[in-house]
């Protein structure tokens, strides 16, 4: 709105009355009476002019209502002044754009259009846009002028060619490269399908992606939906590129359908699997994930995620379990020993068999014996072992190689200790000797970062072959009586009494190895 | 608008120490800071900035701190979802195009106006009190988008009801290439080969494209091109339209062209060489420690400075001449160059003693420092190494001999299947896990079947969490995993389980599965077994993998330059995506000796070392720039973090 300054100059200078109809529409500010009925001097020379030509009683009835001219100064649109005369009562539009937008009442509008210069047909003018005052007046008063509307129409027509002009489609190659280069740019105007498929044709080929995102979303506010399928089944990079943007958006719903629109169900699927990971309560995980397995995963096709999101729920129901047990209970000395690091929910599987094996390794036969788990999940034998071994050397617990099988037989009750039994009678009798199934110079590692013992070390060591690599081993390891034991078995008569040397007389690895020098048979 | 003078300038250019072939890189460095100022002169006064934590070590590469104070920048805050406690009437975000940045900055306009009522409130309750509020409102917000606006940013700012209105408005601001190395340029994109290659997002490349354009202003277009790849393409095609539209303003004048030839290639034409452990000394750094733009973060016990117990960061240059000497040396020969050195200074010194007054002024004035640096950069290294190979597992050469193997063919899949069940069965790192599972898949002639897909990743997921089954497929998607979908051919996941790469590539036969192999025998990845690859002093491309195989990317590159475009034409074909070309015909004789290779998607310090012998080799200078240095664990964390 135009300052009060502005304004005066204005009406100043309307003694003469504006020229056109261009200028009354661009001082849209104008013809706000508020500052003219406050300060009262402009309004009176107004109405001096208007007051002569135009009488209209019947207005004065049917617009004022009370209520209007109490609101005269808050309402923007609407400023009404409390005098009895006339024109103090008409009331404004002050013509912004906001009140045209509203698009209260054509016809008035249209009326003001009309006029060619405020003053020449100013007599002639009804103010525009009071609600009241087009439906009970203007219409009827009017009816009569077949010439003005006429005009109406003639002028209203050649706005909209005028507006249609200003937005008039541009080829749709300077469209999609103003928007590549970020400038300006409208695509309301491309209406038919055609211009939308070369829209989109045309901005696949500029193979800018936020271009094609653009027209993509044009299309799918303005097609059917069924149209839009088309043109995503029809483009690769367009369906991924939408699709890309729905999740970056997170409108992972719309991302959902579409991708089943698109016969992609295993990705559907694992969107839907995505959302489910992010739910945080644990009853509401687990019934959403089953809800997931039973309806999403029932092709039989995605039968390999079915049973590993099964193993899942069962795992998260078992951590639940083991976890509110584990944090009340006081009983179990390792705790103290050993402080969980962190709670066992929402972990990988294996770390939970290795905290079982850690603290719940005489529990047999409930929910939390690593046994059980052997079953419920179809670990393999080497999956089992290494979780075991592992878990147990972290508490000081170190098994000796022939008690490996073991840990597959005996600790296994239940229903699978035959089968398990068979697995391992298998994988012994095949060494002969009872050969862990584990690689040894791992297992050695593994066991020397939890600090086993040498005794225990040099068990494993006496099965390492070939010799050399064991003799490497031990020494890298300073399991002496294993070095001694390799020295031995390699006949290396010189190393064994260099490597007595090193070692303090009197220790069993002295004697050892003087016995050995002094009994073996030596080349 | 106005531009305060640059005053940071001088003694930036300082930064380079030698300039080869006219072509001085570090020119990008000034001319990214100089568009820093511009941009943060679009906010004048006073200003809070925060930046996006994925912007921050790359506008550490490009200016300082005091720079961005001298243009009224009063605090400088990390992109949170906990709104910053800056003072300031005005603010700068500086983040990536991704709505989700707009969300926060929503937020913490929310978070601020609410706070403000609060504080007003308070402050009617107790008017007499007068006390003066201390919070600012904000008058005004730039939203700097890096590298260029996008359509998705655009909508999340309108849907939060920021858009026009005069408070929050955006900007975008492309920084170009910025200089790591005399031969190496980067845009830091961590995020790029996973937007790229697994959304299938390429919004980003617009703004590679950008900052070529900015490259190509500087040294002139390349008089040959080649590029390949699908975000080649969008690159290629972003770079031409900036071109022509410059063409069509300005018809004078052409900077005369230093660059050669371009390259444009996707990371996704090669995706074994990540998979591979990196053997040069740089790429072992960067597979323990991470190089991350250029900077190592180094563990406490490592820390150069005894007094100063905490991790420390290391640039690695070749301002630093010891690193230079060694950063592309294979590792095993490492330590005995370092000790050669330090031997050499030792005696250096020692002849010092030696030395007449006069000669000792000189000495004390030219070389002791130089020397004393030289020997503290040694011990470093020394140290660098020395826990570095403590740190190896005792399986490495496993390892080695199984991804070497797999690569060969001398290594049987049934043994690499074992090797990989006993890595899960331990739990290695999911990365460790992954690298091996997918070379295991690209290197069988027809992909895992389904069959032993099913076992393998049932075992890793046993492993590594359930959730993983989202990065799998993902891996997936982005042809990294192989599963042969022979025996699923009619069911409907088939297209899913073949994925974006090979939907994209120009084969859509079964045979895509061996494209790999075929890849190996058109461009001789592999040497023959008989070949001796000398790995300390190389001349085969080789020597970064112990001769088992030479990185595709640089064999690319070298049969190009040497044999021209005719010899690779078979080549390409089996890389996904399209290729453009032009200016191949004429004298290669005539070309300025500068090559420029840009690998969207990241490359791995082991090509870097390959391209460094092969300039060494062609007589040519060979930039790499690239959207990041990378390495298979990056990769597949990448991968994994956003699944």
Redesign the interface.
Known sequence: MASSREQEDYWGESDTAPAALDNFFDENSTVSWRGASESGDYLVDWSKRVKPTKTVPAVQGTVVSPDISSTSYVSPDVSCNLSDSILDNITTDNLSSSSISEGTVAQPRGVGRSLGSLGEKLQDWKPPSVKKWSHAGVVERCSGCSALEQQVAQLSNQLQASFSRSHVAVPVAAAV?AM???QPYALHCYRSLSDKRELLAAALR??????I??VL?FCRNTLSRQLFLQELQSS??AA??Y???L????QYREAMELLQDL?????AA?LR??QC?AITDHAKKTAALRTLTSSSLS????T??K???N??ID?LERQKSIDEEDSKSSSNALFKEYPRASSVY??????TL?YCAMYHWTNSGSHCAPAAFRSA?R??E??F???VV?GRARVKHYFLPEQLPTLLTTRTGGMLGSLSGALSAVSSSLAGAPRPS??L??LL??LHAASAPHAVLAAYLSLVEPRELRLRLAQHYDVRSAVVEALVALKDKAGLQRYMEQLPPGSAEYVKADAALKTGRWK | MQHPPYRVMSGMSGHCDKIVSGVDVWMLRELGCRSLVCCLEELPGKKDLIIDASLMKFLDRLSQAATLREHDVEKIFRLEQVPPSGQCAQRMYMVRS???SVKFIAEHLNHHQQELKQEQLQYQQKSQNQQQSHRVPISRILVVCVP?????VE??LEEEGLAGGGLVSLH?FCPGFVPLDDDLLTLEMPNFFRDAFV?????S??GIGQSLHLLCSLFGAPQRLLSHGRAA??VI??FQ?LRS?IDESHHSTKTKSQIGHLFILDRDADLVTPLLTQLTYEGSIDEHYGIHAGVVELPENLNPDANKPSASKIMLNSKDSIFASVRHKHFAGVAGVLVRRAKEIQTRKEESKKMTPAQMKEFVAFDLKQLQAQQNSISLHLSICEAITKAT???FDVQLTTEHGLVTGATAASEAKTYF??C????LPLSSCLRLLCLLSLTQSNGLSLKEY?SL???L???????H??TL?DLRQVGLLNVSDSA?MD???S???RG?RQ??SNLMSKGQFAAWRSLTKFLKLIPDAEELIDLHNPSHLSYVFNGAYTPAIVQLVSQCLTDGLQSISDALKLIPGSTTSFGWSGDATLLPPVVVVLVCGGVTFAELAAFRLLGLRTGKRIIVATTGTTSGNKLMNSIANG?
Do not use: N
């Open positions: 490269h590549c280069t970020g500029a193979s800018h992606t936020s271009t995102i653009a979303v690769a990079v991924q590129s699709l890309g943007y999740k970056q958006r997170r016969g992609r169900h295993e990705e694992l699997y995505r990971l092709s039989p096709a995605l390999h995620y049973t590993l999101i193993d899942q795992l929402d972990k990988p599987l294996l770390t290795y999940y670990l393999t080497r999956q072992l290494w979780a592992r584990l690689p110079d791992r590692d593994a | 991704i709505p989700d260029s606006i996008t359509y998705s909508c999340q975008s959304e299938g997002d390429f919004s490349c617009a393409h969008a095609t972003s339209r539209d597992r005792r399986d069940e006993d899960c069965a331990r739990q099913e990743t049932s075992q997921v046993a492993a590594c969490g359930h959730k089954i989202l497929f699923s069911q409907p996941q297209s899913a389980m974006l939907a994209a699944s």
